[in-house]
């Protein structure tokens, strides 16, 4: 064979091990199959410093629908990073469970797999949770870190019924604290949220573990945290609407009692996380801090009549100016 072809052939096989053997495990999402339209300006939550932890593409049925950032010591996802879709909020209890097989093997489409109802090779779990862990297990539930209630089409439904994708959560705190606050957020952003709305869900620990065989196999959270961006919202909303946007935090314990979910800036989410995690300075959920671009110039900043007093007065030159730009 000819040097040419050699060369040929190398650069075919390298163009098509990029094009069409993505592995999930990526090194980045800079890239549109590499789950980057996820993202809020296409840029993941800065910050994270523990090197152990692996950046998933999350592909089901060869496309990308999520991201993830896998702790593969404690065998669970630091946080899912998505896109909400707008839903009725019913659920759906018929996806198979499945697993990423690319945290074990190189090889492969770079899909996410159902588990087998035979054996599942022991590289897979050592690389990742399995039903196993789980099954007798009575505290604990697997949390969805992005939940299908917030997925309209069936495909990105049943993508989020991954074990990368879920954590052990109380069983009282899973059905009652967190699951009404992802049933809250699902109404705001269906209702006034215009544009996508990116949402960032994750966990910190302490180092409990689920334990099978004498083994510590899945880390349990000691908190649960979530964030969304929309910079596109109703800015007619009530007051008690608006306050909520562009951006919004909320934290809670992973506990029996106690778990109120507790709605925040995503500035103190951040300064909380900071002291809990292995974060740099320069730690940051959304890029620029979900702040897009203001249709109305500075010096027109103010409030609309409808926020202001009913004893509040002005002149009524003033009044016909405020009435004339914010109608």
Same mark, same amino acid.
């Given at each position: 064979?000819?040097? +040419?072809?050699?060369?040929?052939?190398?650069?075919?096989?390298?163009?098509?091990?990029?094009?069409?053997?993505? /592995?999930?495990?990526?090194?980045?999402?800079?890239?549109?199959?590499?789950?980057?339209?996820?993202? %809020?300006?296409?840029?993941?939550?800065?910050?994270?410093?523990? +090197?152990? &932890?692996? *950046?998933?593409?999350?592909?089901? /049925?060869?496309?990308?629908?999520?991201?993830?950032?896998?702790? +593969?010591?404690?065998?669970?996802?630091?946080?899912?990073?998505?896109?909400? *879709? *707008?839903?009725?909020?019913?659920?759906?209890?018929?996806?198979?469970?499945?697993?990423?097989?690319?945290?074990?093997?190189?090889? $492969?489409?770079?899909?996410?797999?159902?588990?087998?109802?035979?054996?599942?090779?022991?590289?897979?779990?050592?690389? #990742?949770?399995? @039903?196993?862990?789980? +099954?007798?297990?009575? @505290?604990?539930?697997?949390?969805?870190?992005?939940?299908? #209630?917030?997925?309209?089409?069936?495909?990105?439904? /049943?993508?989020?019924?991954?074990?990368?994708?879920?954590?052990?959560?109380?069983?009282?705190?899973?059905?009652?604290?967190?699951?009404?606050?992802?049933?809250?957020?699902?109404?705001?952003?269906?209702?006034?949220?215009?544009?996508?709305?990116?949402?960032?869900?994750?966990?910190?620990?302490?180092?409990?573990?689920?334990?099978?065989?004498? #083994?510590?196999?899945? $880390?349990?959270?000691?908190?649960?945290?979530?964030?969304?961006?929309? /910079?596109?919202?109703?800015?007619?909303?009530?007051?008690?609407?608006?306050?909520?946007?562009?951006?919004?935090?909320?934290?809670?314990?992973?506990? *029996?009692?106690?778990?109120?979910?507790?709605?925040?800036?995503?500035?103190?989410?951040?300064? %909380?996380?900071?002291?809990?995690?292995?974060?740099?300075?320069?730690?940051?959920?959304?890029?620029?801090?979900?702040?897009?671009?203001?249709?109305?110039?500075?010096? &027109?900043? %103010?409030?609309? &009549?409808?926020? &202001?007093?009913?004893?509040?007065?002005?002149?009524?030159?003033?009044?016909?100016?405020?009435?004339?730009?914010?109608?």
């Amino acid at each position: 064979m000819s040097p +040419s072809v050699i060369l040929l052939t190398l650069a075919i096989t390298i163009l098509l091990s990029e094009h069409w053997g993505t /592995a999930t495990v990526v090194e980045d999402f800079n890239h549109v199959e590499r789950c980057k339209d996820t993202l %809020y300006m296409g840029t993941p939550p800065r910050g994270f410093r523990n +090197s152990r &932890l692996k *950046k998933i593409c999350q592909h089901y /049925a060869g496309k990308p629908r999520y991201v993830t950032l896998f702790d +593969s010591k404690n065998r669970i996802p630091v946080y899912s990073a998505y896109t909400f *879709k *707008k839903t009725e909020g019913d659920r759906r209890v018929d996806y198979p469970w499945m697993y990423e097989p690319q945290l074990a093997e190189l090889d $492969g489409n770079g899909n996410m797999m159902p588990f087998p109802t035979g054996y599942l090779h022991m590289k897979f779990e050592d690389s #990742q949770a399995v @039903l196993n862990d789980y +099954s007798d297990v009575v @505290l604990y539930e697997r949390g969805h870190l992005n939940p299908d #209630q917030h997925q309209s089409d069936p495909q990105d439904r /049943a993508a989020t019924y991954t074990l990368t994708n879920v954590v052990p959560e109380i069983r009282e705190f899973n059905i009652g604290p967190w699951r009404e606050h992802e049933e809250r957020i699902r109404v705001r952003l269906n209702n006034f949220c215009r544009g996508t709305a990116y949402i960032i869900t994750g966990v910190t620990t302490t180092g409990n573990m689920i334990r099978r065989n004498n #083994q510590d196999r899945v $880390g349990i959270p000691e908190d649960v945290w979530s964030a969304y961006c929309c /910079a596109e919202y109703d800015r007619n909303a009530p007051h008690n609407i608006r306050i909520h946007f562009p951006t919004q935090a909320a934290l809670a314990k992973n506990t *029996k009692e106690g778990n109120r979910v507790q709605e925040l800036t995503v500035q103190d989410l951040e300064n %909380y996380l900071t002291n809990k995690m292995a974060i740099d300075k320069n730690f940051q959920l959304f890029y620029d801090n979900c702040n897009s671009p203001s249709p109305l110039p500075p010096y &027109l900043h %103010y409030a609309k &009549l409808s926020d &202001l007093p009913s004893d509040y007065s002005f002149g009524c030159g003033v009044h016909f100016f405020l009435a004339f730009f914010f109608p």
